[in-house]
């Protein structure tokens, strides 16, 4: 089992719906947990980050945790063609180091 | 506020030489973490600096080795190229502490192994 994983897509929205974009952990004493866009050929450029259960919101952008579930999600809502990258989630483990899923594509288009 | 820098940008280097990449993180921030990715692995933690002190380890080989200074900088030397050491070096500093010590990265070191 990876440690943390993400379908790789591609996810295809049309401009304007939400996206939503999924993740698992495998170490249950996870801390902290992160989202990161990364556009073709660019560094990984963070969205948003969690660290307790429920719903945390900054503009269009929702992360979603449940640790009992060892999920995390993404929402994007009002999706635009801007939007289109490489959605990498990344998680901070017990023993405080970080682990990255290998990424979900989306595609948003018009 | 400075982000993170990485020189240098681009490299081109021959099996079996070694390489020194440079990393400067946000002014501030005492972490420098290590990631090295590739098409087919992704994002692969090298390692974590805090304080000059070595904090955190992947699973790579003795070849990969780092360091860090008192004022926060730190190095990335691979030794012994390999083809298959060919990948974007990313190195991300934090501010360890407060909120989820969430990373920023700088822009990456492109290493080619011919």
């Known amino acids: 089992q990876k440690e943390v994983e993400q379908n790789s897509g591609p996810l295809s929205v049309p401009e304007g719906a939400i996206a939503s974009l999924n993740c698992t952990y495998s170490?249950?004493?996870?801390?902290?947990f992160f989202w990161y866009r990364q556009y073709s050929g660019k560094s990984p450029e963070l969205i948003m980050f969690i660290y307790s259960n429920g719903d945390k919101e900054d503009g269009r952008f929702t992360a979603q945790l449940n640790k009992a579930s060892q999920y995390v999600s993404l929402l994007i809502r009002d999706s635009q063609p801007s939007d289109s990258a490489t959605y990498l989630c990344a998680v901070r483990r017990n023993n405080n180091d970080m682990r990255f899923g290998a990424g979900t594509r989306l595609t948003v288009k018009p | 506020k400075a982000g993170v820098t990485q020189t240098p940008r681009y490299l081109i280097k021959t099996r079996g030489q070694q390489v020194t990449l440079s990393c400067s993180p946000i002014s501030g921030h005492r972490s420098v973490s290590w990631y090295q990715q590739t098409p087919g692995q992704g994002l692969q933690f090298l390692f974590e600096y805090f304080s000059e002190t070595q904090r955190n380890k992947g699973n790579f080989p003795g070849r990969f080795s780092g360091r860090q200074f008192s004022n926060s900088r730190s190095e990335m030397n691979v030794s012994t190229l390999e083809l298959g050491d060919s990948a974007l070096y990313l190195c991300a500093s934090s501010l360890v502490g407060t909120g989820g010590n969430e990373q920023y990265f700088g822009p990456g070191t492109r290493l080619t192994v011919t």
């Open positions: 170490d249950r004493g996870s801390q902290s």
